[in-house]
């Protein structure tokens, strides 16, 4: 299978509205996978996707890591800002020399999920006709994920992972990974996440999905030619906002805005709390990196998350998990809260018990309580490492 890279792009991504997925993105691997049939019934001709690599894979190909990005993450978890890359890699401290993920010792792989937009085939890129796909674009499941993911480790020669890990949508492609290629996972980890959506999340979703549809500048999802960097940023804006509400905690907001204005805002007056201004923050950011199509694409894929359809209920899916499975929840987490991830332990004989963060910034914890992490990522290479030694 051939292999695509590196190539450049001068510059930030553009805006939302004026993205083109077919930009030539930063020092990203790409690889051409081909065709792929989506569970909704489609085709996506040509599958493109984005990756990047850390360390060294053995002659024995044996020491390879697969990290799941989250919803909005990308390939790049670890290494500078710079050309291609708007911001330094979403867990830095993870992975690399000496890091909890030694890549002196590891080889470690994280690609763009299907329907991304950070050079992974996605609503942005070009369909055959080439146009973007835009309001075209099939609707896609964490299994179609999955099998891109496959296809991206078969091309690199990898027969199994010694540990695949990730947070939030990383995690339900881990527990798809274990069940649907318990031979191909030694080891996983799961962190902040579901084995299925629940009816609060889905609320949630259809909320911000509902944000960006109702924005005149959306155009049924066809705005890619609005020119001049147009596209629904108000609607993806909201989005953000309501999400970004969901991956902290009340606690937190509290105690760090209080009742606070915005500098010499006043609120009587049509001005701003401070919180409305860190909210608007975020949501800027997120319009400056992402494509709204894509968030789209992502969230519904997350709600459509179900371990145990068609495969008779999540008890039997779930106690199909075998390897060693590190399930790891976060405290005042209120969007994933605790028991979800008590329910994969209860369930799934690999996992050994409920693991904790404790953290007073809520679902976000996972990218901010580094050290915690680091920890539990050691807890589950012990395991992997135990159970390889037990079946030598």
Not at 151 to 167: E, N, Q, T
Request: hydrophobic share 40%; with cysteine.
């Amino acid at each position: 299978m051939p292999e695509y890279g590196p190539l450049s792009y001068d510059g930030d991504p553009p805006a939302s509205g004026a993205w083109r997925e077919d930009h030539p993105v930063g020092d990203r691997l790409f690889l051409d996978v081909g065709d792929v049939l989506t569970e909704s019934g489609v085709v996506i001709p040509d599958v493109r996707v984005a990756y990047e690599t850390w360390g060294t894979l053995n002659d024995e190909r044996s020491n390879a890591i697969y990290i799941c990005h989250a919803l909005t993450g990308d390939s790049h978890v670890s290494g500078a800002a710079g050309p291609g890359h708007a911001t330094g890699g979403w867990w830095e401290g993870l992975v690399g020399p000496g890091a909890d993920i030694d890549t002196d010792e590891w080889f470690v792989v994280c690609a763009n999920v299907l329907g991304g937009c950070q050079g992974t085939t996605g609503p942005s890129s070009l369909a055959p006709d080439g146009r973007p796909w835009g309001s075209r674009f099939p609707v896609v499941t964490v299994p179609d994920m999955v099998e891109v993911e496959l296809r991206v480790m078969d091309a690199l020669g990898i027969p199994s992972w010694a540990l695949m890990l990730g947070p939030s949508l990383g995690g339900m492609r881990v527990l798809e990974w274990m069940v649907r290629h318990p031979e191909r996972v030694r080891g996983g980890l799961v962190l902040g996440s579901t084995a299925a959506v629940s009816a609060d999340q889905i609320g949630t979703h259809a909320a911000q999905i509902l944000a960006i549809e109702s924005d005149p500048a959306f155009r049924g999802g066809d705005y890619y030619d609005a020119g001049d960097g147009e596209g629904p940023h108000v609607g993806m804006g909201i989005a953000r906002r309501i999400a970004h509400l969901t991956y902290r905690t009340e606690t937190e907001l509290s105690d760090r805005f209080g009742r606070d204005v915005q500098s010499d805002e006043d609120p009587y007056a049509g001005g701003r709390f401070a919180v409305q201004s860190y909210l608007d923050h975020h949501a800027d950011k997120l319009n400056r990196r992402f494509d709204a199509n894509t968030y789209i694409a992502l969230t519904r894929a997350m709600s459509l998350f179900d371990l145990g359809r068609d495969r008779g209920g999540l008890d039997a899916a779930l106690s199909s998990i075998e390897a060693p499975l590190t399930v790891v929840g976060i405290d005042s987490d209120r969007l994933f809260p605790t028991r979800l991830q008590q329910q994969i332990v209860d369930l799934a004989p690999g996992a050994d018990r409920l693991h904790l963060i404790l953290s007073p910034f809520g679902h976000d914890g996972f990218l901010v309580e580094d050290e915690q992490v680091g920890v539990f990522v050691a807890h589950a290479l012990h395991r992997v490492r135990r159970r390889s030694q037990h079946d030598a």
